[in-house]
């Protein structure tokens, strides 16, 4: 029976089974916290233990593709949990608290332009 390997995006545990060639597609179990682990290419199966055919090699480079930006999005969320903070934190400063405060601002912004398409840069009358 061949060994596989998979990799467990819970607790990043790398681990070796030994199964039939009828199960090598299933994800496995981990030992370390049972959660579901896909298989993984290892370096032996890629290129030693046997050949593949185009599609079925294909397949796994876009499986192991998915696999590393499924690591990089959850990485990301670790070191970031909320990417959008620092953008609201500016608009509360600018605009003032909550969506109808940044509807409002916007709308100013708007007339605002308006104007100056309106009147020029150098209009001084009085506000309509």
Known sequence: MPIYEYSCSKCNKVFELMRPRSESSLSATCPVCNADAPRIISDFTHGVAFAKDGAESRRDSANEKMWISQQKVA???????DPLKKWREEREKTCGKGPEAWVE????????????????????GREV
């Not at 990485?75 to 949990?81: A, L, V």
């Not at 601002?105 to 001084?124: C, L, N, S």
């Open 75 to 81: 990485e990301d969320k670790i070191k970031n949990p």
């Open 105 to 124: 601002y916007a709308k100013q912004e708007e007339a605002k332009e308006q104007k100056v398409k309106d009147y020029g840069t150098g209009f001084t």
